[in-house]
């Protein structure tokens, strides 16, 4: 369970914030190389807008890709904790099989 799900959101996670960091450090040596060509504040000021617009549209895509992950999986692993973990689900053998109904990955394997 844990390399299964904890482990993929922690690296997804990871992986994105450095692509953020990496992208929010290339538009700050854009933006200071603007100001140190142009001396012109309209222009400066426009593509700074510019910028700041495309650092929030990352910003949305990665948050979307993560929340996407989060709220796909999370179901399937909050059954199968419950159905590991609670002795009543012995009892009611339908919740036993609530899993196989959801989302899983595709075997691995080839033909």
Do not use: D
Request: net charge positive; glycine share 4%; with cysteine.
């Amino acid at each position: 369970m844990i390399v299964g799900y904890f482990v993929p959101l922690a690296v997804i996670g990871y992986c994105y914030k450095a692509i953020y960091n990496l992208v929010q450090c290339q538009l700050n040596v854009a933006v200071v190389q603007t100001l140190i060509s142009s001396n012109v504040t309209t222009l400066t000021a426009n593509r700074n807008h510019s910028l700041l617009i495309q650092e929030r549209q990352l910003a949305m895509t990665i948050t979307f890709i993560i929340l996407s992950f989060f709220f796909s999986w999370t179901p399937y692993v909050v059954i199968n904790l419950i159905n590991m973990f609670t002795p009543w689900v012995a009892k009611y053998k339908i919740l036993a099989t609530v899993p196989a109904y959801l989302p899983s990955p595709p075997p691995s394997g080839g033909s």
